[in-house]
């Protein structure tokens, strides 16, 4: 059976200000989702409370994976669990390559009671399924021998996000893809890269407001985020709408949370001017 993910209720606090005020949200193993909604509304914070982040703190509800509880776990045992955490590291690690760095993540989670040291997947294994993976992701191997993110560009941290995916092939990655940054490289690494890696084994909440990705990626189900709650729920064609159209509709159909959203711009309008 395929496995679920369960959002129930989810309340998430940052230095001590409610931003996420009760999500629910269910996802199946081998789905696509696409979770959208104006700057501020929380989809970032969502995938940092997913993750573990330490500075994004559960104040209520759950988040489960068939029924185990993740909410008191760390990062680490996340992983094990089935989710992707793509922050789950040091940004830049001097003198690791890309390889070596993949060899411990996916030892991490295969042998989850390996001290330090030892229970590597051992080199030739590694390198042969590294190496397969690549292949199948059109990706040339001499990557694997970089310095882990140093002086990558923006299509070459996507890489890395892929590659990391193929290798660690979890149940459940969420992707925060933001819009801004994403030079059109970027942008075709990963629409390509998630196509070829999308499958019954694993589900996507993709985070972005990028058209290409999600032509590349047809959701099944668009979600979409407002004040900390999510607000819509539909399938691609709402993502298409939104893309066209932005987030009037949204806020004319929830006047009540659109309110809340103002009020806290008020507040950082205030801020800004003090
Ligand atoms: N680390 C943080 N410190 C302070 N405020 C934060 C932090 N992370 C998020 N927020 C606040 O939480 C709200 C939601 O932000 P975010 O989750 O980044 O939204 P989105 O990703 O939808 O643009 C914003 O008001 C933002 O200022
Ligand atoms: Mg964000």
Same mark, same amino acid.
């Given at each position: 059976m395929n496995s679920l993910l369960k959002i129930d209720n989810l309340h998430v606090s940052v230095n001590g200000k409610p931003i996420l005020k009760g999500v629910n949200l269910e996802v199946r193993q081998g789905e696509t989702h696409a979770l959208m909604g104006p700057n501020g509304s929380g989809k970032s914070t969502l995938a940092y409370a997913l993750m573990g982040?330490?500075?994004?703190?559960?104040t209520d509800g759950r988040i489960e994976i068939d029924g185990v509880d993740?909410?008191?776990?760390?990062p680490d045992a996340r992983a094990r669990l089935g989710l992707f955490l %793509?922050?789950? !590291?040091?940004v830049t690690i001097p003198g690791v390559k890309v390889a070596d760095f993949l060899r411990h993540a996916v030892s991490n989670v295969r042998n989850p009671d390996r001290k330090e040291g030892e229970g590597l997947i051992p080199m030739r294994e590694f390198r042969k399924e590294l190496k397969a993976r690549m292949e199948a992701l059109g990706m040339?191997?001499?990557? %694997?021998?970089? !310095?882990?993110?140093?002086?990558?560009?923006g299509g070459e941290k996507k890489r890395m996000e892929i590659l990391q995916l193929a290798m660690l092939r979890p149940k459940f990655a969420i992707l925060?893809?933001?819009?801004?940054?994403?030079?059109s490289d970027a942008v075709r690494v990963v629409s390509e890269g998630l196509a070829r890696l999308a499958g019954p084994e694993m589900a996507v909440v993709i985070i972005t407001h990028h058209e290409r990705l999600l032509e590349f990626n047809r959701p099944q189900s668009t979600h979409v985020m407002l004040a900390g709650r999510i607000v819509e729920n539909g399938d691609a064609t709402l993502a298409h709408e939104l893309h066209d159209q932005g987030y009037a509709g949204v806020r004319t159909r929830h006047p009540a949370i659109a309110a809340e959203e103002t009020v806290e711009k008020t507040e950082e309008a205030l801020v800004a001017k003090a």
């Open positions: 982040h330490p500075r994004y703190e559960i993740l909410v008191a776990l760390e %793509a922050f789950q !590291y040091p040339d191997v001499e990557f %694997a021998r970089r !310095y882990l993110n140093d002086g990558f560009s925060d893809e933001t819009d801004s940054g994403l030079d």
